[in-house]
C-alpha cells in the first residue's frame, strides 16, 4: 500500500473532506435532533458519525491512502465504543451533554457493527472516486 498516488490531490480531497464533513454533521445533528429515538436512527446517527470520523482523518492527513484512513477511523470508532463499557462517556454526557454527540454513552456490539460496514463504504468510495480522478486524459 503505497500513498505516492494519494500526494498529488491532497488539497482537492482536504476541501472534498471538508464539505463532506459539513454535510455529515449536519445529517448527524438533524437525525439526533429532529427525528423520533428508534433502532433506524440510532443506526443512522452511527453511520453517519462513522462517515464524520473517516472525513475528519482525511482533513488531518489528507496524502495518505484510503485503507490507512480507514483503520484508523475504524480504530477511533471502535475504541470509542469500548470506552463506553468504562462508563466515563455517560458520566461525561450527564455533566456535558454535547459530550455524547462524541463520546456516546453506552456500549451497544450493534453499533461495531454499523462503523464496520460504513467505513468499508467510505474507504471504498474514496478510492475510487480518486482512483478515476488519477486516470482522467
Known sequence: MTDAGWRSGSGVRRVTAGVALGAVIAAGL??????PDMA??????????AAAVYAFIILLIPRRHPLLVGAIAL???VGIELFQLTG????????????????GTVFDPRDLLVYGATIVIVTATDAVIHRVRDHRP
Open 30 to 35: 438533524g437525525v439526533h435532533f429532529l427525528l
Open 40 to 49: 433506524a436512527t440510532d443506526i443512522a446517527g452511527d453511520a453517519l458519525y
Open 75 to 77: 480504530a477511533w470508532c
Open 88 to 103: 466515563v462517556p455517560l458520566a461525561a454526557g450527564a455533566a456535558f451533554p454535547p459530550a455524547m454527540l462524541v463520546l
